[in-house]
C-alpha cells in the first residue's frame, strides 16, 4: 500500500516527520529556554524574559497540528485508494 500510517504509527511517526524539520526543532528549543527562563529549573532562575513561552510554544503546537490534520487526511485518502 501506499499509506505511511496506521492507527498506531501516526501520532509518533507523524510528530518525529514534523521534528526532523530544522525549523520546528529551533522553535522547539527556543520554547524549552523560554519555559527554563520564566519558571525556573530545580529553583533557579536562569534569566527573565519579557514574553511568555507560550508565544513560541503555541504557534509551534499549531502549526504541528495542521500539519497533523493535513497528513491525517491525505494518509486516509490513500488508504481509501489502497483499498479500492
Given at each position: 500500500g501506499t499509506a505511511k500510517y496506521s492507527v498506531w504509527t501516526f501520532l509518533p511517526r507523524g510528530i518525529f516527520e514534523q521534528?526532523?524539520?530544522?525549523?520546528?526543532?529551533?522553535?522547539?528549543?527556543i520554547?524549552?529556554?523560554?519555559?527554563?527562563?520564566?519558571?525556573?529549573?530545580f529553583g533557579y532562575d536562569f534569566f527573565y524574559s519579557p514574553i511568555t513561552p507560550w508565544t513560541t510554544v503555541g504557534p509551534l503546537a499549531i502549526i504541528v497540528g495542521m500539519v497533523l490534520v493535513k497528513e491525517g487526511f491525505e494518509d486516509s485518502k490513500r488508504h481509501k485508494a489502497d483499498h479500492e
Open positions: 521534528f526532523r524539520r530544522v525549523a520546528n526543532i529551533f522553535f522547539l528549543w520554547s524549552i529556554m523560554m519555559i527554563i527562563g520564566t519558571y525556573g529549573f
